[in-house]
């Protein structure tokens, strides 16, 4: 299986909105709604952001939104804030029940 | 609140065979509808999953890493555990032990638990 592909970066300033892209296959992203996405700041574990393309677990901000149209997820930060910089990775579960994960997109807040 | 703890050894030699261990507290390995996860990141480098193991102890490996790679529980200590075997520079990450959850009659999913990751340095 090939990593789904993730811009490397992608910039905005405060009060901006931002997309990542996530783009894989018929086998993994195209192919069922369990798409997620994970916020990593710098020397810390891996947070779930989104999970089944547009879900937020309790506690994520509703500025986080997911959505997905047929083999590309993308991610949504709305109102960007400082906090907001880190690396996000889309994951995917795949049609012979293994997960893949994005490459990897950093986002930088200007 | 479930907490996950990686631990192992952070140096091992190539073309030996790595252990890493971890420990979940606040819930048990052996009872829902979970899979507890193994994932790894080289330095500077992105996400990469390894495989799994579900509370009933069915396993998932990567395709990539399949042939190198066990995943097992130990029920009574509240553990599973990852073996790679024939190790080499390649394979220098953090791992991580992660919970993935399946909710909603299988209709919904989610990774929502991380440990803080252990790193594993293979070199002579």
């Known amino acids: 299986q090939s990593a789904l592909i993730q811009p490397a970066s992608v910039s905005g300033s405060p009060g901006q909105s931002i997309s990542i892209s996530c783009t894989g296959s018929?086998?993994?992203?195209?192919?069922?709604?369990?798409v997620s996405w994970h916020q990593q700041h710098p020397g810390k574990a891996p947070k779930v952001m989104i999970y089944d393309v547009s879900n937020r677990p309790s506690g994520v901000s509703n500025r986080f939104s997911g959505s997905k149209s047929g083999n590309t997820a993308s991610l949504t930060i709305s109102g960007l804030q400082a906090d907001d910089e880190a690396d996000y990775y889309c994951s995917s579960y795949t049609s012979s029940s293994t997960w893949v994960f994005g490459g990897g997109t950093k986002v930088t807040v200007l | 609140q479930v907490q996950l703890r990686e631990s192992g050894p952070g140096l091992v030699k190539p073309s030996q065979t790595l252990s890493l261990t971890c420990t979940v507290s606040g819930g048990s390995i052996s009872s829902g509808d979970y899979y507890w996860n193994w994932i790894r990141q080289p330095a500077g480098k992105g996400l990469e999953w390894v495989g799994r193991?579900?509370?009933?102890?069915?396993?998932n490996y990567s395709p990539s890493l399949n042939s190198r790679v066990t995943i097992s529980r130990e029920t009574s200590k509240n553990q599973f555990s990852l073996k790679m075997t024939s190790l080499t520079a390649a394979d220098t990450a953090i791992y991580y032990c992660?919970?993935?959850?399946?909710?909603?009659?299988?209709?919904?999913?989610?990774?929502?638990?991380w440990g803080q990751g252990t790193l594993v340095t293979v070199s002579s």
């Open positions: 992660a919970r993935e959850t399946w909710v909603s009659g299988r209709n919904s999913v989610l990774i929502d638990y």
């Open positions: 018929s086998s993994d992203v195209g192919g069922h709604n369990y």
């Open positions: 193991v579900h509370t009933r102890g069915g396993p």
